[in-house]
């Protein structure tokens, strides 16, 4: 009889942890693919963390998913397009001549852009201005990785800008920051 009792009690435990890791399974899938769009998904991210409840290596996850996830994180195909727009601005300030911060620098940085072929990210790749500090070349370092989607070489190479041409792109960069850490949370 004890040995009955025994055996009750092991396949209880193992049908309730089995339960247990349906839930979380199902509450990451349902997270991840989520995560996978630009939607809100804090509904999931509740889910899941009411579902890991104790778990410490789930939680440690869940700790780095950035608090844009209840707005929604854009996507890699959303931050593409979207840097094509971002990057011409990015250009025009990086363009504005030294200590001409006003309309009439803005103005001046608005026709250097127009009126100057930027460096070509096919030619970044081959070698020229591989090394080059200046914006112009950042930016075209920065904009060849969003096309390779690779949005951590991008973002480091934001990282090296300043002034105007760096505040342009801190919006952008603070978005693909957050798609990063969605993406390794979610792994």
Known sequence: MKKMEQALEVSRSFESGSMAAHRVSAAGLAFATKAESSKSAAEE??????????????????????????????????????FEKVHSVGRQAALVPEGRTG?????????????????????????????????????????????????????GELDKLQGQAGFVMSDWKQAAMDRISLEKAVK
Do not use: N, W
């Open 45 to 82: 991210l509740a889910a899941l963390k009411v579902a890991a409840g104790e778990d410490s290596v789930i939680g440690s996850a869940l700790a780095k998913v950035p608090t844009s996830v209840k707005s929604g994180v854009p996507t890699l195909a959303e931050l593409q397009a979207k």
């Open 103 to 155: 309309v009439g620098g803005q103005l001046f940085g608005m026709a250097f852009a127009r009126l100057t072929i930027p460096p070509s990210p096919e030619s970044i790749s081959e070698g020229e201005g591989a090394t080059d500090t200046s914006p112009e070349y950042v930016l075209a370092r920065a904009r060849r990785h969003v096309q390779l989607g690779d949005l951590e070489c991008a973002v």
